[in-house]
């Protein structure tokens, strides 16, 4: 009976200490980012990809740009809500410098990037060349020059780059991991978190102290996933459809991510480092998605896929004998998955209020005020 009681009153504290806690972090004063620096894979990557090989095609970005504009959704992704809410213009890939203004900002995520170098030829299996290695070799150069160009440069050049100052100003976002899980190739987590810490920390030296890190969603919940894992074994997917061994390995990662960041929080004295639950607003929006206004969480808008034939949104190919083009579903809106990898619009914009106020968030500080070291 004693111990009973000792167990409710250790939940009741914890939840109060929860409670000051988040309390405590509103008080905190907002941040005044001079920029927002990304890394990550397909989820963030607003054109890196598509200016460096091949451009992007209808009907990509139809619901809000109107037009292809180098994202796999139909409109925008988590970090241009991120960017929204923190009153900081759409980022610019680093890759495309055409028409691209850095001033506030630049995204260095390609999508298909890993945290591990790719093997073999580019694009095996759908990797890109720019692993988050290079992604962060890209910042240095950027900064590097940035640093030159304002020094040397003319005046329209220095006009769309950023204050050689303000990088430490700046809020550093990554969302990268997924694909490393998704085309594993036995290596084993600890393996790839070193170098995922290898390279945050590289950043700090570089000057980054407000860091804003995502988890990795529930890959086994993708509907990619769930048609192309078939198992006859009962009980391979979980309560919601979701492949369990797929989602296992997500959250193996996730935890010793969180474990390492931690460890990372007290040997960068000066760095504020927020670790994202992406994987459980993700999960919550395919557990509850029709009570959420969208239809069946494992649809998909734009593409067909199943067993021994894959047609890309955008593309045109053969399903069992019949050709086909894949085009965008009558209402994406409803739908969560766009092209059975990446999810539509209306889920990023849905994923993105559930993180930004930092109740997913460990500390639970919201973005806007996640510069403040805890």
Known sequence: MMLMINLVLWILSSSALRTTNADEMIKLPPCNYSAIYNFGDSNSDTGGIFAAFYPPAPP???????????????GRLIIDFIADHLGIAYLSPYLDSIGSNFQRGANFATGGAT?????????????SPFPLEIQVEHF?????RTSYFQNQGDECSRKRLPQPGNFSKALFTIDIGQNDIALGQNIPIANILNLFILQVR??????ARAFWIHNTGPIGCLPLTVVKVQNPAPGYLDENGCVKSQNDMALEFNKKLKDEIA????????????????YSAKY?????????????????CCGYHGIG????????????GTEVFAGSCANPSKVISWDSVHYSE?????????????SLSDPPIDVKRACNKQ
């Open 309 to 320: 034939y894959d047609v890309w949104c955008g593309n045109k190919g053969n399903v069992n």
């Open 263 to 278: 460890k990372l929080r007290k040997e960068l004295s000066d760095a504020a480092v927020v670790y994202v639950d992406m």
């Open 115 to 127: 945290i591990q170098r790719p093997n073999g030829s580019w694009f095996e299996n759908g990797r």
């Open 346 to 358: 209306a889920a990023n914009h849905w994923v993105a209020n559930r993180i930004l106020n930092g």
């Open 284 to 300: 919550e929006l395919i557990s509850h998605a029709k009570n959420l206004g969208f239809e069946d969480p494992f649809e998909i």
């Open 202 to 207: 590289g950043l700090y030296y570089r000057g």
């Open 140 to 144: 240095t150069q950027f900064k590097d």
């Open 60 to 74: 990509s970005g139809e619901t809000y740009f109107g037009r292809p504009a180098g994202r796999a959704s139909d």
